[in-house]
């Protein structure tokens, strides 16, 4: 069993900046993706971005260039560093540990882009 636990939502005005963590414990192996996906209201979750244990990332269109995301092996972290925020980048933030069949998900973090 692997938990994740995400951090560091908040309220923020367009043009700012927020880093979101994800904190994973219990059984994770050497070899994983891990990722952040996001649910706006009235919409279904979507991908922002992933990392692989081998550090390759990909990201959705709507966030290159504005948003990176980053791994601490040692630490058990992902991080999600969000740049140049619009509010259509408001919705609950979700972090995802996967690895073969199996997934585990965070309760999410609320991140909200208003003036």
């Known amino acids: 069993q692997v938990q994740v636990v995400e951090s560091g939502g908040g309220l923020v005005q367009p043009g700012g900046s927020l880093r979101l963590s994800c904190v994973a414990s219990g059984s994770i192996f050497s070899i994983y993706v891990m990722g952040w996906y996001r649910q706006a209201p009235g919409k279904q979750r979507e991908l922002v971005a992933t990392?692989?244990?081998?550090?390759?990332?990909n990201y959705a269109d709507s966030v290159k260039g504005r948003f990176a995301i980053s791994a601490d092996n040692a630490k058990k972290t992902v991080y999600l560093q969000m740049n140049s925020l619009k509010p259509e980048d408001t919705a609950v933030y979700y972090c995802?540990?996967?690895?073969?069949?199996?997934?585990?998900w965070g309760q999410g973090t609320q991140v909200t882009v208003s003036s």
């Open positions: 990392i692989t244990s081998g550090g390759r990332t």
């Open positions: 995802n540990y996967a690895l073969g069949s199996f997934s585990s």
